[in-house]
């Protein structure tokens, strides 16, 4: 039926009720409120359909915080009558990945929409990925600037000494900005100013 009759401390510790106040049907005024429902019609078709259950939803305690978890179960069969006699269920607390999502989320749509050109390359210069906004201002596709090199761009203008200045300056900050003029798809030469940024590996020692 899905009365509850035994949690353990990490499952109250997640969803943020004593052990005592999920018993029965208390367990349910953990759910978020926005969840209740998809939750009790995945539950309820689990058991009509197959003896397991598995759901991504919320818990939200009083104090209004949220948890994401990963909600499993599975039937207990009663070996004589081969009928369901109760569920062991468990729940996996997977807020972080989801806080991680959502950034990711953030940062696409803000590369994106921004109005500023942006380039990602590799440690070795080539282009992993470009923006809308740096296509319309240079004139070149994603498509056509995936593995390229953004020296691709330069117009002729600047020196061997002017880079050499400027990868220095990379090398030994991380960053450099200043105004350069660099060439569009159409031929066209053109000023901009530039911010180059470097980013380490979160793994590295």
Same mark, same amino acid.
């Given at each position: 039926?899905?009365?509850?009759? $035994? ?23 953990? &759910?978020?409120? @926005?969840?209740? @429902?998809?939750?009790? @019609? ?12 598995? &759901? ?28 369901? =006699?109760?569920?062991?269920? #468990?729940?996996?607390? =997977? ?8 950034? &990711? ?34 004139? $070149? ?11 691709? &761009? ?6 061997? @000494?002017? $880079? ?25 030469? $053109?000023?901009?100013? =530039? #911010?180059?940024?470097? =980013? ?6």
């Amino acid at each position: 039926q899905g009365d509850c009759i $035994y949690v353990n401390e990490r499952w109250s510790a997640i969803a943020g009720l004593s052990a005592a106040e999920a018993m029965g049907a208390g367990w349910a005024d953990a &759910l978020h409120p @926005d969840d209740r @429902d998809v939750v009790f @019609d995945e539950w309820n078709r689990s058991v009509r359909e197959n003896p397991q259950f598995s &759901l991504e939803y919320r818990f939200c305690n009083r104090q209004g915080q949220v948890a994401w978890v990963i909600g499993r179960a599975v039937a207990e069969i009663d070996e004589s009558t081969g009928g369901i =006699i109760g569920y062991v269920g #468990t729940v996996t607390d =997977i807020t972080e990945r989801k806080q991680a999502e959502e950034r &990711l989320r953030l940062t696409a749509r803000v590369f994106e929409s921004t109005l500023e050109g942006i380039i990602i390359t590799d440690a070795k210069g080539n282009i992993l990925d470009v923006n809308e906004a740096f296509s319309r201002i240079t004139g $070149y596709s994603r498509e056509e600037m995936l593995g390229q090199n953004p020296r691709m &761009l330069k117009s002729g203008r600047q020196g061997g @000494d002017f $880079y050499e200045a400027m990868w220095r300056a990379v090398r030994a900050s991380g960053h450099w900005s200043g105004e350069l003029w660099n060439r569009k798809k159409n031929g066209e030469v $053109y000023p901009e100013w =530039i #911010t180059i940024s470097t =980013i380490g590996d979160s793994r590295a020692k």
